[in-house]
């Protein structure tokens, strides 16, 4: 699955490269811990896998016993859920199949708009069991992968490491006494960058509509899509975020997406998140707080 050297792990999983490096030398039987785990995440929430739990929930309806750690994520998306009026939601996963991002990667979208059901009207969460009134696609991609990057981190902290980086292509966690200096990738060149972020025991995740994107040149489609209208977002091409907790950064990116001005001031009054994002037109929009410096 892997190769790594005395402190360096490289892998893929969940569809995506990793690595993770740490400044202690860890044994074979610990890194093993952490492919177990990460296993034990894709299990639960892969669409692509047909093992799943989640493909599971998606031949529902019923009542699905979830890992204790699901609660965090599930709490998470209802303050995502809410904070966009709808916009991000764990109940993408359809429209996402719909325009052809599914688990065969048929890349080619069906006729029509794909719809997304209200959060309420199809599911509940209570515990760590989740009651659904249908078959329903879970996709937890928003903030998911940072979840796992966050459980990753403190997986090593109890493993005694304390200065560590992973890095979930992209969403970064990074503990100890030095300071990162990150690029944030040019949303039109991967090749480029177009500012660099000061990383110092925090975490950072950045969202781009050129990652994960398919279609034609008559209607070119990418992951991120809103619920609203069945359409990829257009008006905005690349965000950032710091925050204290990489599932925080992941799904703030995404719902950067989505917020008007008047909102995007409670990523930093309710989170503790600092952003910076790119819009459709060029224009480079950042917090208050942001510490990262943007080229021009």
Do not use: Y
């Given at each position: 699955m892997h190769s790594h050297s005395r402190r360096r792990l490289e892998f893929e999983a969940i569809g995506t490269h990793w690595q993770i490096d740490t400044d202690l030398q860890l044994t074979t039987d610990q890194w093993?811990?952490?492919?177990?785990?990460?296993?034990?995440?894709?299990?639960?929430?892969?669409?692509?896998?047909?093992?799943?739990?989640?493909?599971?929930?998606?031949?529902?309806?019923?009542?699905?016993?979830f890992p204790p750690d699901a609660g965090p994520l599930f709490a998470f998306y209802r303050r995502l859920y809410e904070l966009t009026g709808g916009a991000v939601t764990p109940l993408i996963g359809g429209a996402l199949e719909h325009l052809g991002y599914d688990a065969e990667y048929r890349l080619s979208a069906l006729p029509g708009r794909p719809t997304t059901p209200d959060w309420d009207a199809v599911m509940t969460w209570d515990g760590n069991t989740l009651d659904t009134a249908g078959p329903v696609v879970l996709d937890v991609g928003a903030a998911g992968k940072g979840y796992l990057v966050d459980i990753i981190g403190e997986l090593l902290l109890s493993m005694g490491v304390t200065t560590y980086v992973v890095d979930g292509s992209?969403?970064?966690?990074?503990?100890?006494?030095?300071?990162?200096?990150?690029?944030?990738?040019?949303?039109?060149?991967?090749?480029?960058?177009?500012?660099?972020?000061?990383?110092?025991?925090?975490?950072?995740?950045?969202?781009?509509?050129?990652?994960?994107?398919?279609?034609?040149?008559d209607r070119a489609l990418h992951h991120i899509v809103d619920p609203a209208s069945g359409d990829p977002v257009g008006d905005v091409v690349a965000t950032w975020v710091v925050a204290h907790s990489a599932m925080v950064a992941d799904g703030l990116a995404t719902a950067l997406f989505f917020l008007e001005p008047a909102a995007r001031g409670t990523l930093e009054s309710d989170f503790g998140a600092r952003w910076a994002r790119v819009t459709s037109a060029g224009a480079a929009q950042w917090s208050p707080q942001f510490e990262g410096e943007l080229f021009r």
């Open positions: 093993s811990a952490i492919d177990q785990r990460i296993e034990e995440f894709d299990r639960t929430w892969s669409r692509f896998r047909s093992d799943s739990l989640v493909s599971k929930v998606a031949a529902g309806p019923g009542s699905f016993a992209g969403d970064l966690a990074h503990r100890g006494p030095d300071v990162l200096r990150v690029g944030m990738e040019h949303p039109a060149d991967p090749s480029k960058v177009i500012g660099v972020v000061p990383l110092g025991n925090a975490c950072l995740a950045a969202s781009a509509a050129n990652r994960r994107a398919w279609g034609s040149p």
